[in-house]
């Protein structure tokens, strides 16, 4: 019941000798859904061991090289590697138009799906059983998109001890699951709450990268257990941040707050800083539970029931 | 007076967490030439601290993409970094079409001037003062070139206690320079050898890489001071290698000897081999002067005079 994402790259346009541009890897249950593919990525995945034939869905931010042009080594290695299945790629159009002609000049192995991302549009783009997947517009320079990764509503979980208990039918259990009392063979009321734990949590990631401030994302990333939002900048240089459509660090903080989130991770930050200390501090006097992005780490949310529903 | 070679990746297609795809930084008289750009090169060429912006000149040996898919990012990084100045590639022409479809999508800040290598031919691309840069076909699956970088001929050097001595004249110099015996005022001849220090020998490096074993470049690449041939396998593949049109240790060993190189870097490795031992183990067994080569090392050649002249 894994839902925990590593990241792979922490640096904007210009990679430093110690980061990389942005790639994000979230594990949802043993899916593994890659979120931009910057330069080297396929590098970062077997630095930390992740298994590249575990991806079938790869999203695009937007057309910025920094967010994509690791994705024809990535492609061209799971075809050497074997793979044959499906490719989900979801993303602007233009990258269809790069995809194809690049790969004239070599044979993959197996098929990509591309998956348009409508400009300006929220919109669920994937859903299975357990996750999905909406993406919504952030504010750049050129077409940018984040995504909000959730899990579904979960029912109620029967306490086993009462199926045996009360003799439940599996009908009886699917009632139950759904939040009906039960009424024994002498008619007594079993009320609901003494026969269910309380569900889980629906846990959720965001992904809002690149974008300058911009609290119009607030009501779809709403209580996210982990925020990811670009923060390029510090505070001392907030006019470039908006000259560029960017963010700082405080910024970031304040969607953070505003949107109510569990944590806050900040990365995309630019090569001029060498000493990353200023971005947590800053962005800690408005939203305390915020964090640098560290390459190679892996943050994970725990499962926990909802006792206050 | 630098001729040098830093080695920036050292693996085929496949990248492993330790080893980056090919790329090469020769180093001619602080003229900066890039040979092959892999995935990750600009990553590689911050790491080992060489600067973007010395490099005027990028030769592309062949399209597969573990030896081109790092240009995008380079490109970008150095428009980033305020580059101005004319970049010169040199590659099969589909490169032309590949960068052009690409660059429709960012601004480079400046010109690339692309120069076409035709297919099967030995040709001059490049010549300066001191350098002159010869591609030679090599024998893969797709159209790749070898490239040979060879200082120009050099003058012998006068001795300078000489030119006090005998009171020699600019004019004086440029006859004895070119092999002139002096007669001075006395009418004495003063010979040639006595005046000058034999010239430097004309240092040489050649890049052989993707190829099979191909015993026609052995005239082109006669005597270099150092080889880089690929090796992609160990003799237990020698099938595999070649039905792949690559090389083993042993082969580019052949080769080095054949052409009487005074030392070979090996390198291209398989990613199947995580312990490179045998490849110097096999290669030294024919050409004694072989190595592996080891990403961020610089491997330089001194200037030695031509005593035997």
Redesign the interface.
């Given at each position: 019941m894994t839902f925990s994402v590593t990241v792979l790259g922490s640096s904007s346009?210009?990679?430093?000798?110690s980061r990389?541009?942005t790639a994000h890897l979230l594990n949802a249950y043993e899916r593994f859904f890659l979120i931009d593919c910057g330069?080297?990525t396929?590098?970062q995945l077997?630095?930390f061991?992740m298994k590249f034939s575990k991806i079938n869905h790869v999203f695009i931010s937007h057309?910025?090289?920094?967010h994509y042009?690791?994705l024809?080594?990535l492609l061209?290695?799971m075809s050497?590697?074997g793979r044959s299945d499906n490719l989900h790629i979801y993303s602007h159009s233009?990258l269809k138009?790069?995809l194809d002609?690049?790969l004239k000049?070599?044979h993959l192995g197996f098929e990509i799906v591309f998956h348009e991302l409508i400009e300006g549009k929220i919109a669920v783009i994937y859903e299975d059983k357990q996750i999905q997947v909406t993406t919504f517009p952030l504010n750049h320079r050129i077409a940018s998109n984040g995504f909000l990764f959730k899990e579904k509503t979960k029912e109620k979980n029967i306490r086993k001890e009462m199926v045996d208990y009360h003799q439940l039918s599996i009908r009886d259990i699917v009632k139950i699951k759904k939040g009906e009392d039960f009424i024994d063979a002498e008619g007594n009321i079993v009320p609901n709450e003494n026969l269910t734990h309380p569900p889980f949590k629906q846990r959720a990631y965001a992904f809002c990268s690149d974008t300058a401030f911009d609290p119009s994302i607030v009501p779809v990333i709403e209580g996210v257990d982990i925020l990811y939002h670009e923060s390029t900048f510090a505070d001392d240089m907030k006019i470039r941040a908006q000259d560029t459509a960017h963010s700082t660090a405080k910024q970031a903080a304040e969607i953070a707050k505003m949107a109510n989130v569990r944590k806050l991770l900040l990365g995309h930050f630019s090569a001029r800083y060498t000493d990353l200390e200023v971005f947590e501090t800053e962005a800690r006097q408005i939203f305390k539970n915020s964090f640098n992005v560290i390459e190679g780490q892996t943050y994970s949310v725990e499962l926990e029931r909802e006792y206050n529903s």
């Open positions: 346009a210009l990679p430093t000798s990389y541009p330069e080297g396929q590098i077997r630095k061991r057309l910025h090289g920094d042009f690791g024809f080594g061209s290695s050497l590697l233009e138009n790069i002609f690049q000049y070599y």
